[in-house]
């Protein structure tokens, strides 16, 4: 018997430390803003548990317990001068058996909180990380992990992971890219469409086929030192239907509609609309996109404080350049308000763009900082992305110019810029992985596709590009996700055409990435796009021009969407070219006179920098 009692004795804290399967944060820092932490502690039986912290620089504030036994929330403060190191939390059962667990504090990486996030002197280049470059083929299917690689479906999972977009820094930073926007890399054990990244099943954990949390901290710190920083893809909406939540969730109103599979009505202008009812409210925030996403509840305060904490941990544990929000008006707003606050607070300088789909300006600025919002609401999300822009440029060069066609759509899209608290920090662009590709919408038409480039990277705001597009990626029109997100040339062993060498590549290619690659190599050079004003004309005899200046720099761009040369007379543009002598085109290099006006050819972008 006494040899009974011993052997108890010995296993019941081992046993108990088993319960305790998961903490998430699973680590955190010293010195942030807020004090405060909240830990979500998972396992057998643990909401049964006694929680008590033993250190000077610690306070525990509140234990939740919840609908679930498996669950303990744990409130802790923080004292100002705690400096980090392991703080020992012990866990006590019913029969006073005991288990210390050692919580790791880390030291913050010095000017952490100063960090500087993307702005209009970037180039954003997205990326789907599985169809980009396979630098590790022993981890393109990995035991549990639910799908395997399958190159030869469009929908599949290909191989490309975190070691390719390493190994390809130097091509990213050679075209002129300086940030990345990687499509979400955290784990996603879904059945089907894993490759996408967009239905997480673990927050704190990044994909294994994509490789380790430590290789997408690498990323980040080996493209800082390639002038290339890096952008997440945060989804606050929804989780995947395979999360580890989902087996036991932590309450019962941790999901909308306690669960149950309500799709979204997508009726994004309920949220401000000042007739509308709750019920078309409740039905566009709360319904969910597909029944594999399922919503979450943010309106639950233990939802959304992990959420926050979960965004602050990879902005500080991988050094991030930035952020960027799925679907983000499907969000609750209050917890937009909240967890965008939250995040700017303790980064002042970092910046956020926000995902909402909607081509009427009206819905697109309600959500940016500063908005004087008529229902009193408070944002501060620093940007949006302009998909009113995109809708107009892509229309635009799709149409033959006429008085009410062509690029007066794009103009009239910047005359809405009155609506927006700070139009120059939008994200522009003309696609993205939810778009048909660029060049097969200008059907293969490699002058309106530089245009849309020449534009991009010159005009107000911040420019988003889609990687492949420099290498004219085609697709069908309409939407067909698996063949918009194609694998980039060269990324495989034994691919044929390779882009990151210029092997293979046919003479169109060559010339639209030279042509890319020598826009965003000047843009680096410009302080009229990256700070300047912007003044522009309507279009005339189908020719849009803008200026970009400053009080010591002007750059004219001059866009000709017809077939036919033309000229701009000093007369007409004298506000623009007042006091100019010369004109350089930044692509041809050449220069011209000023004093004559200025050629330009047939269906063409024409950039200047112009000279007294």
């Given at each position: 018997m006494k040899a009974i009692l011993v052997f108890l004795v010995l296993l019941s804290p081992l046993t108990l430390a088993q319960s305790i399967e998961r903490i998430d944060p699973p680590f955190w820092w010293a010195g942030m803003a807020s004090a405060r932490l909240q830990l979500m502690v998972h396992g057998d039986r643990v909401g049964e548990l006694d929680v008590?912290?033993?250190?000077?620089?610690?306070?525990?504030?509140?234990?939740?317990?919840?609908?679930?036994?498996?669950?303990?929330?744990?409130?802790?403060?923080?004292?100002?001068?705690?400096?980090?190191?392991?703080?020992?939390?012990?866990?006590?059962?019913?029969?006073?058996?005991?288990?210390?667990?050692?919580?790791?504090?880390?030291?913050?990486?010095?000017?952490?909180?100063e960090r500087r996030g993307f702005d209009t002197t970037d180039a954003i280049y997205l990326i789907t990380p599985d169809r980009?470059?396979?630098?590790?083929?022993?981890?393109?299917?990995?035991?549990?992990?639910?799908?395997?690689?399958?190159?030869?479906?469009?929908?599949?999972?290909?191989?490309?992971?975190?070691?390719?977009?390493?190994?390809?820094?130097?091509?990213?930073?050679?075209?002129?890219?300086?940030?990345?926007?990687?499509?979400?890399?955290?784990?996603?054990?879904?059945?089907e469409y894993s490759y996408h990244g967009y239905s997480i099943t673990d927050h704190y954990r990044i994909d294994p086929r994509f490789g380790r949390n430590a290789d997408y901290r690498q990323l980040s710190l080996e493209g800082q030192r390639a002038g290339v920083g890096l952008i997440q893809d945060v989804i606050l909406n929804h989780i995947g239907s395979n999360h580890w939540w989902m087996d036991d969730l932590p309450t019962n109103d941790w999901l909308n509609y306690q669960g149950n599979f309500e799709p979204t009505t997508h009726y994004r202008t309920s949220v401000q609309d000042p007739y509308a009812t709750d019920i078309d409210q409740r039905?566009?925030?709360?319904?969910?996109?597909?029944?594999?996403?399922?919503?979450?509840?943010?309106?639950?305060?233990?939802?959304?404080?992990?959420?926050?904490?979960?965004?602050?941990?990879?902005?500080?544990?991988?050094?991030?350049?930035?952020?960027?929000?799925d679907t983000y008006s499907y969000s609750d707003k209050d917890f937009l308000s909240d967890w965008t606050r939250r995040i700017m607070e303790e980064y002042p300088n970092f910046n956020i763009v926000g995902e909402e789909w909607s081509t009427n300006p009206n819905v697109v600025s309600y959500w940016q900082r500063g908005k004087d919002n008529r229902d009193g609401y408070v944002s501060y999300l620093p940007s949006v992305m302009d998909f009113p822009l995109y809708d107009s440029l892509r229309t635009a060069l799709t149409e033959e110019e006429a008085w009410n066609r062509g690029f007066i759509r794009v103009y009239e899209s910047l005359a809405d810029d009155n609506l927006y608290p700070d139009p120059m920090s939008l994200v522009i662009f003309a696609?993205?992985?939810?778009?048909?590709?660029?060049?097969?919408?200008f059907d293969e038409d490699l002058d309106r596709f530089n245009i849309a480039m020449s534009l991009l990277a010159t005009m107000r705001g911040i420019p988003q590009f889609f990687y492949g597009s420099e290498l004219l990626a085609t697709s069908p029109k309409t939407r067909d996700d698996g063949a918009v997100r194609s694998d980039f040339p060269g990324g495989w062993p034994g691919d044929t055409r390779n882009g990151f060498t210029g092997k293979g590549l046919s003479e169109p290619q060559r010339q639209a990435q030279s042509y890319l690659q020598t826009l965003l190599q000047w843009r680096q050079t410009s302080d009229a796009v990256h700070n300047g004003k912007l003044l522009h004309y309507a279009p005339h005899h189908g020719v849009y021009v803008y200026l970009r200046y400053t009080k010591e720099e002007r750059v004219l761009v001059a866009i000709n969407h017809s077939d036919q040369k033309q000229h701009l007379s000093t007369d007409r543009y004298s506000q623009a070219l007042s006091n100019a002598v010369t004109a350089t085109d930044v692509i041809r290099k050449v220069s011209q006179s000023v004093e004559d006006g200025l050629a330009l050819e047939p269906m063409s972008a024409h950039i200047f920098e112009l000279k007294h």
């Open positions: 008590t912290v033993d250190h000077a620089g610690i306070r525990l504030d509140t234990v939740h317990r919840v609908d679930s036994p498996h669950y303990l929330f744990v409130d802790l403060t923080l004292s100002n001068d705690f400096d980090g190191g392991t703080v020992p939390l012990t866990f006590t059962d019913g029969d006073n058996r005991t288990f210390v667990h050692d919580y790791a504090f880390r030291t913050r990486r010095k000017g952490s909180a980009f470059a396979n630098g590790n083929p022993g981890n393109d299917s990995v035991p549990g992990m639910l799908e395997k690689v399958d190159r030869s479906r469009s929908v599949g999972r290909h191989g490309g992971d975190l070691a390719g977009m390493t190994e390809h820094l130097k091509y990213i930073a050679d075209m002129g890219f300086t940030a990345i926007w990687p499509t979400p890399m955290l784990e996603n054990n879904q059945a039905e566009f925030e709360g319904g969910w996109f597909v029944e594999s996403m399922p919503d979450l509840n943010q309106r639950n305060p233990l939802v959304a404080n992990y959420l926050i904490q979960n965004t602050l941990w990879w902005i500080e544990y991988a050094d991030l350049y930035g952020i960027r929000t696609e993205n992985h939810d778009t048909s590709r660029l060049y097969s919408l």
